[in-house]
C-alpha cells in the first residue's frame, strides 16, 4: 500500500508560506512607520546661547525654553515668552519634534539648570511679579497645583500651553510690554 504525504506536505508548505507573508508584512510596516522616538531635553551650559538674540542662558533669571525639530539643530531661549514667540508664529517652517520648559517649582528661579518638562503639558502663569531674561514671562510648571501656588504668591494667572497666544508673546512692546528688544 503506497501513501502519500501530499496533502501534509501542502498543509506544511502553506502555513510556511503565511508565517513568511505575516512576518514580512511586519517587518515592512516597522519599516514605514514615521513615529519618531521620543526626544529628550538637552542640558544648557555656560556656552549655550539664546537662538533669538545670543545672550548666555545661564546669565539670567527664570525659565527657560528649547525647540527640537526634525532636521538640524536645537533652537534654545533664554526665556519662555521667546520661545511661544517663535512657536505661534504662522511662518514657522521647521516641523517641531519637541519642545522643552523648565519646571520652577524645582529649579532655581535665579539660577535655573535641569528639571525639564513637556512643554505642551506644562502649566504657565502670566501676569506675575517674577521677572525673566526679557522683563515678565510667563513661569512654567509640571503641575497646576505649583502653578497655582506661584500665582497665588507672585500674582498673575494660570494657562495651559494651547491657551497662551501670539497677542501674550509679543516681543516689541505688546502685551507684555517689553522694551528691551
Not at 59 to 79: L, R, S
Not at 93 to 111: C, G, K
Not at 125 to 148: C, H, Y
Not at 170 to 181: A, I, N, P, S, T
Request: glycine share 8%.
Amino acid at each position: 500500500m503506497k501513501t502519500s504525504h501530499t496533502p501534509k506536505l501542502r498543509a506544511t508548505a502553506a502555513a510556511f508560506t503565511l508565517t513568511l507573508a505575516l512576518t514580512g508584512a511586519a517587518v515592512l510596516a516597522g519599516c514605514s512607520k514615521n513615529e519618531p522616538a521620543s526626544l529628550q531635553p538637552i542640558e544648557i551650559s555656560r556656552d549655550t546661547s539664546c537662538s533669538l538674540d545670543g545672550m548666555t542662558l545661564m546669565d539670567y533669571p527664570g525659565p527657560k525654553a528649547q525647540m527640537q525639530y526634525d532636521h538640524g539643530e536645537p533652537d534654545f531661549f533664554c526665556d519662555t515668552v521667546e520661545m511661544f514667540s517663535i512657536y505661534l508664529k504662522p511662518e514657522q517652517q521647521q516641523r517641531v519634534r519637541a519642545v522643552f520648559v523648565q519646571d520652577m517649582a524645582q529649579a532655581d528661579w535665579n539660577n535655573p539648570v535641569g528639571h525639564w518638562i513637556d512643554a505642551k503639558t506644562a502649566f504657565y502663569v502670566a501676569g506675575s511679579k517674577r521677572l525673566g531674561s526679557m522683563g515678565p514671562t510667563l513661569a512654567s510648571f509640571a503641575s497646576e497645583a505649583d502653578a497655582g501656588k506661584f500665582a497665588a504668591k507672585e500674582g498673575g494667572k494660570v494657562y495651559r500651553f494651547d491657551q497662551i497666544t501670539p497677542d501674550m508673546v509679543v516681543l516689541d512692546g505688546g502685551v507684555l510690554k517689553d522694551q528691551k528688544m
